[in-house]
């Protein structure tokens, strides 16, 4: 028998999905944790209330193989996985846009200073020019 947990962010709650599989049945649950939980307290609710959980009826498991992946491709798939959908709560990702957007503030100010100042530069080698032909 296997069993696998996993907890994703489902809009605008934290969900558990249990995968029950035993030779070529597969049982599915879900639950529904709110706030996005700890270790802890994901460790201590499959303690106490695991027995009351309500599976679904076995599915003829044929489509999933339990086979070793080379551990360099899982990590890349691991890769993809975070990038594409990203982890952190609502709060987290609210702040890393907020950041994002400050950063590009900061660049095109920072291009706009650097304009001006190649600018100034500028006319001050065509003045020096305009100096050095005018004569002493």
Request: one cysteine or more; aromatic letters at 10%.
């Amino acid at each position: 028998m296997k069993i696998t947990l996993n907890v994703f962010y489902e809009d605008p709650f934290w969900v558990g999905v249990f995968e029950k599989s035993f030779e070529d049945n597969l049982e599915v649950a879900k639950v529904v944790f709110g706030s996005e939980p700890k270790d802890g307290e994901v460790y201590e609710f499959i303690l106490r209330r695991y027995n009351s959980i309500k599976f679904s009826s076995p599915i003829k498991d044929i489509g999933i193989k339990n086979k070793k992946l080379n551990p360099k491709k899982l990590q890349r798939k691991i890769k993809e996985q975070v990038q594409n959908c990203g982890l952190g709560t609502k709060a987290q990702n609210a702040l890393k846009l907020e950041f994002e957007n400050n950063k590009k503030q900061r660049k095109e100010t920072a291009k706009i200073k650097r304009e001006e100042a190649e600018k100034i530069r500028f006319q001050l080698k065509q003045q020096k020019k305009k100096d050095k032909k005018r004569g002493h």
